[in-house]
């Protein structure tokens, strides 16, 4: 909704796709999407041209705003290569933290108790 992107300084929100638009940019980008449609979009293949030079110009924005941000993690010395370790290691923490909620469930069924009454005993957090 280009009301709400305008409510929002620009900012986008919860209904708002998108990164913040500045100046103009911004104002080019509301006016597009508040114009009423053309009679070409009323054409089976869709959108006017000055509706799809709009949204191009969003995506190059968006993509150099990516870009920049990129470089940036990369200037900080982040990697691909560290986020694939993350990412492997919250993936190995997952399944391990699963397994050991099994483990707890079967151990509470047996025992005739909740899993959380069993925490205590194992030192363990309910935030765990």
């Known amino acids: 909704d280009p009301a709400a992107v305008y409510a929002n300084n620009g900012t986008p929100g919860p209904h708002t796709p998108g990164r913040a638009r500045r100046g103009t940019e911004f104002l080019l980008c509301v006016f597009c999407a508040l114009q009423f449609p053309s009679p070409k979009s009323f054409q089976p293949n869709g959108a006017s041209e000055e509706a799809l ?10 993509d150099l705003a990516l870009d920049q941000e ?10 691909l290569e560290e986020l694939d370790k993350h990412i492997s290691l919250l993936h190995e923490y997952n399944e391990i933290k699963d397994a050991g909620q099994m483990l707890l ?11 959380k009454q069993l925490y205590p005993e194992y030192d363990l957090e309910l935030s765990d």
Do not use: M, N, P
């Open 105 to 115: 469930g079967k151990l509470a069924v047996i025992r005739g108790v909740t899993t």
């Open 53 to 62: 030079r709009c949204k191009i110009k969003e995506l190059k924005e968006k």
């Open 70 to 79: 990129i470089a940036q993690l990369l200037s900080e010395g982040y990697s």
